[in-house]
């Protein structure tokens, strides 16, 4: 069974930093891995995507401020936010999508809070 875990989260001031983390559990080629978050009444949103090839992608709201990594191994990814907002205020999640044959897994989610 694979696991998702997320760690990190808490509570940052506007403008500061944090960064985030989420490990698999087991070591499985995934075809990406991503970020999204759900603040208190909104739908989930993508936050970040890596591929295995190590492209990546950010929402419009957080360009220039978040940055998703991995390490070498590939079973740990990051998100690292710089000068965050009370907006990025959410539940982050973490998912991991295998191609073949085609599935997602989930984390749990880790909170962070962003105090003006």
């Known amino acids: 069974q694979v696991q998702l875990v997320e760690s990190g989260g808490g509570l940052v001031q506007a403008g500061g930093s944090l960064r985030i983390s989420c490990t698999v559990s087991?070591?499985?080629?995934?075809?990406?891995m991503g970020w999204y978050r759900q603040a208190p009444g909104k739908q989930r949103e993508l936050v970040a995507i890596?591929?295995?090839?190590?492209?990546?992608n950010y929402a419009d709201s957080v360009k220039g401020r978040f940055t998703i990594s991995r390490d070498n191994a590939g079973n740990t990814i990051y998100l690292r936010m710089d000068s965050p907002q009370p907006e990025d205020t959410a539940v982050y999640y973490c998912?991991?999508?295998?191609?073949?044959?085609?599935?997602?897994?989930w984390g749990k989610g880790t909170l962070v809070t962003v105090s003006s």
């Open positions: 890596i591929t295995m090839g190590g492209s990546t």
């Open positions: 998912k991991a999508t295998t191609a073949f044959p085609k599935r997602e897994y």
């Open positions: 087991r070591s499985i080629v995934f075809s990406s």
